[in-house]
């Protein structure tokens, strides 16, 4: 079992839909976890982060951490087309230096 | 603004030559890290490095090197291209003691 999987999509939504998108994992010494946005050819850059359970809002943007089912969410609320873009869960076991497990990404598309 | 730049966008290279591809990030980041993301594999981690002259293998080292003579700097060696080598390289920093990655735009790399 890989330690992190996404589903890949891609995925495509109308303007104005709510998108979840969602990674599983299966190291529960996992405690930090984020989102990444990718847009076409250029670098990830981080959208959201969260510490252990729990839910963390900014903005459209809302991401949930259900470490019991170690299932990790993200939603946007009012999607936009500038939403278009690979979105890649990561996580790390502990603070410092341990590298990030991420996710293969799961490719949006929101068509106006 | 944390800002990490990469030498080149795109770079177009024969098998066999030496190719080098340097990373600068300018927020005193400790941690740097070197990734290569293709499609269906996600992001696979190929060095990182905690500290000035230290470096750590990642899941894929085979075939590449790395040096870290200054901190703000981060350079990822390939010492005889192959065609399988063709990428899209990625170099991230974060600070120490902390887990969240900046990433820098990516080079895309072609050997022919």
């Known amino acids: 079992q890989k330690e992190v999987e996404q589903d890949p999509g891609p995925l495509s939504v109308p303007e104005g839909a709510i998108v979840s998108l969602n990674c599983t994992y299966s190291n529960s010494a996992f405690q930090y976890f984020m989102w990444y946005r990718q847009y076409s050819r250029k670098g990830p850059e981080l959208l959201m982060y969260?510490?252990?359970?729990g839910n963390k809002e900014d903005g459209r943007f809302t991401a949930q951490v259900d470490k019991s089912s170690k299932y990790i969410s993200l939603f946007i609320r009012d999607s936009q087309p500038s939403d278009s873009a690979t979105y890649l869960c990561?996580?790390?076991?502990?603070?410092?230096?341990?590298?990030?497990?991420f996710g293969k990404g799961t490719r949006l598309s929101v068509i106006a | 603004d944390v800002k990490v730049t990469q030498s080149s966008r795109y770079l177009v290279k024969r098998t066999g030559e030496k190719v080098f591809l340097e990373c600068v990030q300018d927020?005193?980041?400790?941690?740097m890290f070197w990734y290569r993301q293709d499609p269906g594999l996600g992001l696979r981690l190929i060095y990182f490095s905690y500290d000035v002259k230290m470096k750590e293998k990642g899941d894929i080292p085979e075939g590449y090197s790395v040096s870290r003579e200054k901190k703000e700097r981060f350079s990822l060696i390939l010492e005889s291209a192959s065609t399988n080598q063709t990428s899209m390289y990625l170099c991230a920093s974060s600070p120490g003691g902390q887990e969240t990655q900046y990433f820098g735009p990516g080079t895309r790399l072609l050997v022919l």
């Open positions: 990561a996580m790390s076991r502990n603070s410092g230096n341990t590298p990030l497990v």
């Open positions: 969260t510490y252990s359970s």
């Open positions: 927020m005193d980041h400790e941690n």
